[in-house]
């Protein structure tokens, strides 16, 4: 897998309490698209389109964030777009669109459906329409990812408009690298629509740390006190000899077997 410093989108559609721009929502699907156009122009296929196989990269000092599609391999470029749509799906929304325990029952719901309905959490009718083409269950009416960036989501005057003035400023500095000789800025670097912050990202990255934290203190409290706790028991062990009556070993079976229904107790916190 490649190397990837700010994570993956997941990080972003497992956190609802965080609002993403509308801005960075489009130039980070406009990324994804685009690397996914590429792709597929090549001849090349994903095999597991999802959240967590979407990387995030900021190059140090670059004030930007780079998606990065991985472990790509063998299946059918329109099996990827519409995996792609359930990515999509899963990055606004905060979940699936149906909410079964794991994928082959996901699968078999889906199965049922004659099509995905519009979530509450979609106002956007450009932005529904644009996701129901990715997710269109029959193959043949479904759209590519190069017919997909020139779906009005991305192309009307509102969208091309709808960019931050850190977007503006990336851009602009990087259209004055290129004229000062750097070879390696591309068309995409130049563009608003296609730069995502990293101050955004990092929001949610602080936010996810922050949320985790209490829960490893947790555990590593209660690592230590079972270390503790086995320690003490073979201490004991070793001072009861064979002389020793029975009531001594069911008093240390009955410590041990409280000791452990007090750690199952305090893990579901």
Known sequence: MEYANMMTIDIIAKQSDISLPTYTLRALMKQILEGMRAFH?????????????ILLHSPPGSGRVHAKISDFGFAKKKVDIYALGITFYKLITHKYPVNERN??????????????MRPSEIKDN?????LSRLME???NKRITAAEALQHPYFTLPEALSDISKEQQDLASLAAAAELEGDSSITEFDKDPTFIVSELIIKQFILN?????????QNKTQLIKQEVEFVNEILQSVYKIDEQDNEDEMMKLALKISLQNDDNIEQSKL
Not at 103 to 116: D, M, N
């Open 126 to 130: 450009l932005l529904w329409d644009f």
């Open 103 to 116: 994928i082959k029952e996901q699968g078999k719901k889906l199965a049922q459906l004659k099509c995905i």
């Open 41 to 53: 122009s090549s001849g090349l296929v994903h095999r597991d389109i999802k959240c967590n196989n």
């Open 208 to 216: 996810y740390i922050q949320r985790i934290q209490p829960k490893q």
């Open 137 to 139: 269950f029959d193959p």
